[in-house]
């Protein structure tokens, strides 16, 4: 794009002054992970490319389908059944030729965490999954990259800004609920979840362009069924004992005690036991061994995982085999 379209381009937000030249070339120069190109990653990698962030790379597997339309208004009819990412990058492309927009159609995991992650300045969580919002977590905060993390369910959801100087996600949630609704069961507004999406995409901004005071260490919530937002700090949010890490399918052992917590599927392996949650107090492993407790989301693997880490203090692991 020409010099004179460009700053023509970004002039509004350019005038001002936590901004500027300087400012916009910053965003310029950024890298930014995006996990998730549905109702939250549509509005924050639109916002992204809008404001001129340079490099956005983008992982979803999942395709375009038509019960998500009404809060993923970047796609099309026409493009059911296509890749998410690449559809998404496509539709990026033509809102902003100075992106470089990757399309990556994978599942995020701890196997490929690391390597995403490491190659960005920030990460945005928007796959509103308990595993991947943790793998990001543990991931972010190990590498010291700051994460923005999100949620939004029916009429209500929340925006976190993670890791680098500030506490975890684990720190703001040492515990997960038992049982967790989805899109699927209990529903969502689309004007809800781009709202939150609009706001992760404002702080991911304002950490790359370092404004103060700094989002990361901030939760902002909205309840579009009362009309209110709220939020706090979280700053000196203590960090868990013991967290229980995810893992990737690649990354079990020929020697783990793998066990099945769904009663809706049969073992993902053969040589997998089959447990519901709540036997797992009747668990005695042998000594020395490392215990991988899945379920489809991981939700249940955390709990159980928190259920043994009280009776039993060997190695624990999780698996979510819906990645």
Known sequence: MAWGLRMTRYARQMILPEIGTQGQARLGRAHVLVVGAGGLGVPVVQYLAGAGVGRITLVDADAVAAHNLHRQPLYRMDQIGQPK?????????????????????????????????????????????????????????????????????????????????????????????????????????????????????????????GLTPSPLGQLVSLDAARWRMGGFRFDAAPEPLQPLPFIARSQTRADDLLIDLRHEAAPFRAEARHIPPHAITTLAPPSGARVVLACATGLRAHNAGQTLQSHWSGDIALLALNE
């Open 85 to 209: 990412a690449h559809a998404a990058a496509a539709a990026l492309q033509a809102l902003n030729p100075d992106v470089n927009v990757t399309a990556l159609t994978d599942w995020l995991d701890p196997a490929n965490a690391p390597t995403l992650v490491a190659a960005a300045d920030l990460v945005l969580d928007c796959a509103d999954t308990f595993a991947a919002s943790l793998i990001l977590s543990d991931t972010c905060r190990e590498r010291g990259k700051p994460l923005i993390t999100a949620s939004a369910l029916a009429l209500s959801g929340y925006v976190a800004g993670c890791c680098g100087a500030a506490p975890s996600l684990r720190a703001i949630f040492p515990d997960l609920p038992e049982r967790g609704a989805t899109c699927a069961t209990a529903g969502v507004m689309g004007p809800v979840v781009g709202s939150i999406g609009a706001l992760q995409a404002q702080m991911a901004l304002s950490v790359l362009l």
